[in-house]
C-alpha cells in the first residue's frame, strides 16, 4: 500500500470521459428511451407501444454490450441506461407499482405514528 503522497490524484474530466464514453451514452440513451415512452402514451397505466419502446431498448443494448467490449468498467452506467430502458418496455405496470409502494409506505408510517 503506498503512502498518501504516492497515491494518484483523480482522473481529469477529459480522461474519465474518454474511459467510460459508451457507458454513459448507454445510461443517457436508457434516460432519453424512458422519457420518449412515457412522453408518447396517451394513457399513463397501458403497454407502451412497441415500435417506440423496443427499438429504444434495443439501441440501448446495443451501446451497453459495446461498454462491455471496450471494457470500461463503468457498470453503474450501462445497468442504470438498461434498467431505464427496461422499465419503459414496461412503464404501465412500474408506475402502478411504485403508486402502490408508495400507498403502502404511507399506509405502514401512519399506522406507526398512531399505533
Same mark, same amino acid.
Given at each position: 500500500?503506498?503512502? =498518501? #503522497? @504516492? %497515491?494518484?490524484?483523480?482522473?481529469? %474530466?477529459?480522461?474519465? &470521459?474518454?474511459? #467510460?464514453?459508451? *457507458?454513459? !451514452? /448507454?445510461?443517457?440513451?436508457?434516460?432519453? +428511451?424512458?422519457v420518449v415512452v412515457t412522453v408518447s402514451? =396517451?394513457?399513463?397505466?397501458?403497454?407502451? =407501444?412497441? %415500435?417506440?419502446?423496443?427499438p429504444a431498448f434495443l439501441v440501448t443494448? !446495443?451501446a451497453a454490450i459495446a461498454s462491455l467490449?471496450?471494457?470500461?468498467? !463503468?457498470?453503474?452506467?450501462?445497468? *442504470? *441506461?438498461?434498467? /431505464?430502458? !427496461? +422499465? +419503459?418496455?414496461?412503464?404501465?405496470?412500474? &408506475?402502478?407499482? +411504485?403508486?402502490?409502494?408508495?400507498?403502502?409506505?404511507?399506509?405502514?408510517?401512519? @399506522? #406507526?405514528?398512531?399505533?
Open positions: 500500500m503506498k503512502p =498518501d #503522497h @504516492l %497515491r494518484p490524484g483523480p482522473l481529469p %474530466r477529459r480522461v474519465w &470521459l474518454d474511459r #467510460h464514453a459508451l *457507458g454513459l !451514452a /448507454c445510461l443517457a440513451l436508457g434516460i432519453i +428511451a424512458f402514451q =396517451d394513457v399513463i397505466w397501458a403497454t407502451p =407501444d412497441p %415500435r417506440v419502446s423496443v443494448l !446495443a467490449a471496450r471494457r470500461e468498467r !463503468a457498470v453503474p452506467l450501462w445497468l *442504470g *441506461g438498461l434498467g /431505464c430502458a !427496461a +422499465a +419503459a418496455l414496461v412503464l404501465g405496470w412500474v &408506475l402502478m407499482l +411504485a403508486a402502490v409502494v408508495v400507498v403502502t409506505v404511507v399506509l405502514i408510517l401512519i @399506522l #406507526h405514528a398512531v399505533m
